[in-house]
T-cell receptor, first 115, second 116 residues
C-alpha cells in the first residue's frame, strides 16, 4: 500500500528565507507527483505536477524535484513571503492500471512565514 | 460562477439527521470526486465518478451515499452519521484523460461537517 510522508509537519521561517519541504513515498511505481497548497478553510490549489519521467518542474519562485527511484520529492520556495503561509500537500498517483484516478496524499507541512 | 463550488460551507447535524452536500463544477470536466479530510490524517478519497458512472468506492460506509445526476453535479447524502465522521469534505473535478496522462484535479472549498 502506497504511503506518503511529509517532513516537517510544521515550519516557521522569517520572510525572505529560502526553504525546502520534503515528501517521501514508499512505492516508486507512480504516474506522477503533485504539490498542492491549502489555505485555512479552503480547498486545494495545484502548484506543480511532475510526471514520473521528469526530474523537476518550476513555476515562479517554486521548484519541485522528483527522484522516483528513491521515493523522494522536494518543494523549494525561494525568497519566502507572508502570503506563502499555508499547508503544503504532496500527492502521488500510483500506477494501478487504466481508469484509476487515485491520489495518495501526505498529511502536509504547515508553513508560516513571519514578516 | 467559476471553478468548483460546494454548499453548504458549514453543517452541524445530529446522528439521526439526514442531510446532503452539494458540489457543482463549471469547468466542463467529466470526472468528479469526494474526499474526506480529518484532523491529523491524510486526505482520503471516498468516491470517483467518471461520465456519471461510479468508478471507485474506497470501502466507504453505507451511511455515505453519493449521487451524480450529470457531469456537473455531485451530491453526498448523509444519514445516521457518527461523531467520527466530523471532517472537511472536499469535492474535486478533472478532465477525463487516458491512463498515464497528467490529470490535475480542481478542488472546491469544502464543507466543514460536525456530527453531534
Amino acid at each position: 500500500k502506497q504511503e506518503v510522508t511529509q517532513i516537517p509537519a510544521a515550519l516557521s521561517v522569517p520572510e525572505g528565507e529560502n526553504l525546502v519541504l520534503n515528501c517521501s513515498f514508499t512505492d516508486s511505481a507512480i504516474y506522477n507527483l503533485q504539490w498542492f497548497r491549502q489555505d485555512p478553510g479552503k480547498g486545494l490549489t495545484s502548484l506543480l505536477l511532475i510526471q514520473s519521467s521528469q526530474r523537476e518542474q518550476t513555476s515562479g519562485r517554486l521548484n519541485a524535484s522528483l527522484d522516483k527511484s528513491s521515493g523522494r520529492s522536494t518543494l523549494y520556495i525561494a525568497a519566502s513571503q507572508p502570503g506563502d503561509s499555508a499547508t503544503y500537500l504532496c500527492a502521488v498517483r500510483p500506477y494501478s492500471g487504466a481508469g484509476s484516478y487515485q491520489l495518495t496524499f501526505g498529511k502536509g507541512t504547515k508553513l508560516s512565514v513571519i514578516p | 460562477e467559476t471553478g468548483v463550488t460546494q454548499t453548504p460551507r458549514h453543517l452541524v447535524m445530529g446522528m439521526t439527521n439526514k442531510k446532503s452536500l452539494k458540489c457543482e463544477q463549471h469547468l466542463g470536466h467529466n470526472a468528479m470526486y469526494w474526499y474526506k479530510q480529518s484532523a491529523k490524517k491524510p486526505l482520503e478519497l471516498m468516491f470517483v465518478y467518471n461520465f456519471k458512472e461510479q468508478t471507485e468506492n474506497n470501502s466507504v460506509p453505507s451511511r455515505f451515499s453519493p449521487e451524480c445526476p450529470n457531469s456537473s453535479h455531485l451530491f453526498l447524502h448523509l444519514h445516521t452519521l457518527q461523531p467520527e465522521d466530523s471532517a472537511l469534505y472536499l469535492c474535486a473535478s478533472s478532465q477525463d484523460l487516458p491512463a498515464g496522462a497528467s490529470i490535475t484535479q480542481y478542488f472546491g472549498p469544502g464543507t466543514r461537517l460536525t456530527v453531534l
